[in-house]
């Protein structure tokens, strides 16, 4: 069974560019969110997508945003971007079995290396 | 809002030696509980979760976290730790909807041979 698969693995982008990353969930997995990585703030969540709505939210500006289609992919695109947006950038997906689900562990992908120059 | 907080940083030991890594959390509802470790140059993986039931939980190779409700705790700990565990740890909490994980800011284990 294929893992959560992240495209592309790695990127460098020039201040001010815009980016967009990918996401292949696992197969039959219907919420996919993503999150950022780097030395200084560890990992923090960025959003959530389920049914192709936005669900949940993390504390990013506005030039983060995402996206999900009917076939449970997804879409991060970041626009303007700064130097600071150079991280990893994480796709996580889990099955929706109801509340308090135990099946509802949420897997990650390799993840996408942005590097902004 | 819901926060993590690890307790070490980094932890250094020798193979052999026992383990614990501290985690505790703030959020006043039911919340999802899991370890997540991270190998150099790999993706993050799942080690253990606690979902419900049994405080003590045991996950992959080896490791095991139990679950104090009232203190806030979810902490990780290894018997005999090895080389090949040299990683990066992090103890993460979701809410019931469990759609939003919130991590500590992890532990980086390197252990001597």
């Known amino acids: 069974k294929a893992g959560v698969t992240q495209t592309p693995r790695y990127l460098i982008k020039t201040r001010g560019q815009q980016v967009t990353l990918s996401c292949s969930p696992i197969?039959?997995?219907?919420?996919v969110s993503w999150y950022q990585q780097t030395p200084g703030q560890g990992l923090q969540f960025l959003f959530e997508?389920?049914?192709?709505?936005?669900?949940n939210k993390g504390n990013f500006p506005g030039r983060f945003s995402g996206r999900q289609f009917s076939n449970s992919r997804s879409e991060m695109n970041v626009s303007t971007l700064e130097l600071g947006d150079s991280a990893l950038y994480l796709c996580?997906?889990?099955?929706?079995?109801?509340?308090?689900?135990?099946?509802?562990?949420?897997?990650f992908g390799e993840g996408s290396w942005l590097t902004v120059v | 809002a819901q926060s993590v907080s690890q307790h070490n940083h980094h932890v250094i030991l020798s193979e052999a030696a026992s383990l614990e890594l501290g985690c505790n959390y703030s959020?006043?509802?039911?919340?999802?509980l899991f370890w997540y470790v991270q190998y150099p140059g790999q993706h993050l993986q799942l080690l253990l979760k606690?979902?419900?039931?049994?405080?003590l939980v045991k996950g992959i190779k080896g490791f095991e976290a139990e679950f104090i409700k009232s203190k806030f705790s979810f902490n990780l700990r290894k018997p005999s730790v090895q080389w090949s565990d040299t990683a990066e740890y992090f103890c993460?909490?979701?809410?019931?909807?469990?759609?939003?994980?919130?991590f500590g800011q992890g532990t980086e284990l390197s252990v001597k041979p």
């Open positions: 996580a997906s889990k099955k929706e079995l109801g509340q308090a689900h135990s099946g509802n562990t949420i897997y």
């Open positions: 606690y979902f419900s039931g049994d405080p």
């Open positions: 993460a909490v979701t809410d019931n909807q469990g759609g939003k994980l919130i």
């Open positions: 997508y389920f049914s192709e709505t936005q669900r």
């Open positions: 959020y006043g509802g039911t919340v999802n």
């Open positions: 197969s039959g997995h219907r919420s």
